[in-house]
């Protein structure tokens, strides 16, 4: 007897994203794998006894969407924290402060995620924040996570008032009066007053890529947990099926095969090893053995995660020229280039994957040096390594990109005026002579070069229907060339492009008889659907593993 389908979606517009079958009416499930894609008629004749039918209403079905880089233990604790992306103000970042304050008598630090740099029309001080509330904690981040402004409250908790020596890269902003202005630039700046939240261990994988201190207990993985479940209901809502975290430990991976064990784990997840710029190339051997225990279609590991640089409005993305506004100044790079090349090297001879955040030009041009440099050494391999953001590039590096096979893993809420996100400051940063060279999208992909798409959550907002209608209608800036892509390029970026990257191709990002049964259902045609509309548009069921784990029906 021929297989039977347990789940059955049909009455679809399925778009497969399989080249060899690109459209469908209906697909079924068994277990979790895909058991059919096909007409109505066909389909609906597999169903099994006990077959749950989901009738999509005409509305549209893809293969499970990719997450291809966000934080997820930290954007599940951030959405407990005060939100401040559309505050502008005095008066409103004051009413928004307080009222959190007023709501959580508790806390040991106040923390605000969305904060624009130019909230106030120019930087935040601590004098600003201790006008508000002058007796507690107070940390602001802006939406990059890149900086942090503190009132005097949280600096002195913290033991910055009077500034600290940290790493290349990182900065407490110092005052004429000797102490700090509130302003703190990347995350060894940052740590110190975030440690106050007493959620060290779920800031560990983006802080410093080590394992909490002291070993976590069991209660504590069990309340931390929460925070990471929180996390994948909020993507589960969203069609992500398969999530690439973009900081990491063994802790991190712990969480996720706790969260599993309850049958809680609701999407697939890959955790890197974070290389910080203090770690040695011998370090890699973490990475291979977080690999080694943590390699199944559930939770793996199998990649290493560097930032190369900050990001444009504070002036730390590493850039090739010196900033409009600031002569003299590119950027400090956290890697050096020797000290990148070897690392990248052991990496790739351990068969790793590397990701890289790198915003400017100048970081993008490093990296390149430092996967070269790998290259030379190891020969050749398909080794599909990343740069993500990619926010400016030398247009003479994109050919280098292709050749070599790497990744461009981009934001398309990111591109200013896109969507959340204004043009300036970032666009002045950048300096108009630039602008034909910022936020491609269409150049990278005409230039041969693989491209995914993600949020970079909790750094913008996750929903992808956003990011799908942020790449279609993005902004074309004046002198530039126009770096809109297809509907079905962006939906590609989101599927069968996001597998390719993680090596999966052969088993997600289509729906095809035999791949993963994660499948994603809309609540309407998206095909159909105006351009300025989609963003608006929502997922009706998120199915994983041939499981329902999202029903906006029964939410």
Request: glycine fraction near 10%; charged fraction near 25%.
């Amino acid at each position: 007897m021929p297989q039977q389908a347990e789940v059955i979606i049909t009455n679809a517009r399925v778009l497969t994203m399989d080249p060899a079958n690109p459209r469908a009416e209906a697909v079924a499930l068994a277990g979790e794998r895909i058991l059919a894609v096909g007409a109505r008629s066909t389909i609906e004749g597999l169903a099994g006894p006990d077959c749950r039918v989901i009738d999509a209403g005409g509305a549209t079905v893809l293969p499970g969407l990719f997450e291809s880089h966000l934080h997820l233990f930290m954007g599940g604790a951030e959405l407990a924290h005060l939100q401040l992306l559309g505050v502008k103000g005095t008066q409103a970042l004051g009413a928004a402060i307080k009222a959190y304050a007023d709501a959580h008598p508790d806390l040991p630090l106040i923390m605000g995620q969305g904060c624009d740099y130019a909230i106030l029309d120019r930087s935040l001080t601590r004098h600003d924040l201790d006008a508000i509330l002058p007796d507690r904690p107070i940390l602001l981040i802006a939406a990059d996570h890149h900086t942090g402004w503190a009132n005097t409250a949280a600096l002195e908790a913290a033991g910055i008032l009077g500034g600290r020596e940290l790493g290349a890269g990182n900065e407490i902003v110092m005052g004429a009066d000797g102490l700090a202005t509130g302003e703190l630039r990347e995350f060894e700046a940052k740590a110190p007053v975030m440690a106050l939240t007493g959620a060290a261990r779920i800031n560990a994988g983006i802080a410093t890529g080590d394992e909490p201190q002291p070993t976590p207990t069991e209660a504590e993985k069990l309340a931390d947990s929460v925070a990471m479940k929180r996390g994948l209901e909020h993507c589960a809502r969203f069609g992500f099926t398969s999530l690439v975290n973009m900081d990491g430990n063994f802790y991190t991976l712990e969480v996720l095969e706790a969260l599993r064990a309850q049958g809680k784990l609701t999407a697939r997840v890959r955790v890197p090893f974070h290389y910080r710029n203090w770690r040695k190339p011998a370090d890699m051997e973490i990475a291979s053995a977080m690999s080694a225990k943590y390699n199944d279609d559930w939770l793996s590991s199998g990649f290493v995660k560097f930032f190369m640089d900050g990001v444009v409005d504070s002036g730390t993305a590493v850039m090739l020229e010196d900033y409009p506004d600031t002569p003299g100044w590119k950027g400090d790079p956290l890697h050096s280039a020797d000290a990148f090349a070897a690392a990248a090297t052991e990496a790739d001879k351990r068969g790793l994957q590397i990701a890289v955040h790198a915003i400017g030009d100048g970081a993008v041009r490093r990296v390149l040096d430092g996967f070269e440099a790998a290259r030379k050494a190891n020969g050749p391999r398909d080794a599909r390594h990343r740069i993500e953001h990619i926010e400016l590039i030398d247009r003479s590096d994109i050919p280098r990109m292709a050749e070599m096979g790497v990744v461009a893993s981009i934001q398309p809420t990111h591109a200013p005026g896109a969507c959340d996100f204004p043009l300036q400051p970032t666009m002045d940063k950048i300096g108009r002579a630039r602008w034909n060279d910022a936020y491609l999208c269409r150049s990278l992909r005409d230039g041969g070069v693989k491209l995914v798409f993600a949020s970079d959550w909790p750094v913008a907002d996750a929903n992808p229907m956003r990011s799908i209608q942020a790449a279609l209608q993005r902004p074309v800036y004046e002198g530039a060339q126009d770096e809109r892509l297809t509907l079905h390029e962006v939906l590609a970026a989101y599927t069968i492009g996001g597998a390719y990257a993680e090596h999966t191709e052969d088993r997600k990002g289509m729906l095809r008889a035999g791949y993963l049964a994660d499948v994603v259902v809309l609540d309407g045609d998206i095909e159909a659907t105006p351009v300025d509309q989609i963003g608006t548009m929502q997922v009706a069921a998120t199915l994983c593993g041939g499981a329902v784990v999202w029903d906006a029906a029964t939410a």
